[in-house]
């Protein structure tokens, strides 16, 4: 189980995962943030690798769950 003191999101990480919330694929989110679609992609890897999910989707209810991301 993750001890959410123990996880720590970066800002950009964040910012997807908030993105991803609202439905935006990658590519979406990468115009939005005027990043690329792979670093959209490596942040949410990141995040997902830090909150032990499998899926974008998992990681954003666990991270809202966590209250590692507000509204």
Same mark, same amino acid.
Do not use: Y
């Given at each position: 189980?993750?001890? +959410?003191? =123990?996880?720590?999101?970066?800002?950009?990480? $964040?910012?997807?995962? @908030?993105?991803?919330?609202?439905?935006?694929?990658?590519?979406?989110?990468?115009?939005?943030?005027? +990043?690329? =679609?792979?670093?959209?992609?490596?942040?949410? $890897?990141?995040?997902? @690798?830090?909150?032990?999910?499998?899926?974008?989707?998992?990681?954003?209810?666990?991270?809202?769950?966590?209250?590692?991301?507000?509204?």
């Amino acid at each position: 189980m993750v001890d +959410v003191q =123990e996880v720590v999101l970066s800002a950009r990480e $964040k910012q997807c995962l @908030r993105w991803v919330e609202e439905g935006k694929s990658s590519w979406a989110i990468g115009v939005i943030l005027e +990043v690329s =679609e792979n670093t959209v992609n490596f942040h949410l $890897k990141n995040a997902m @690798r830090k909150l032990q999910t499998t899926s974008r989707t998992q990681c954003v209810v666990k991270a809202r769950r966590l209250g590692l991301i507000t509204p």
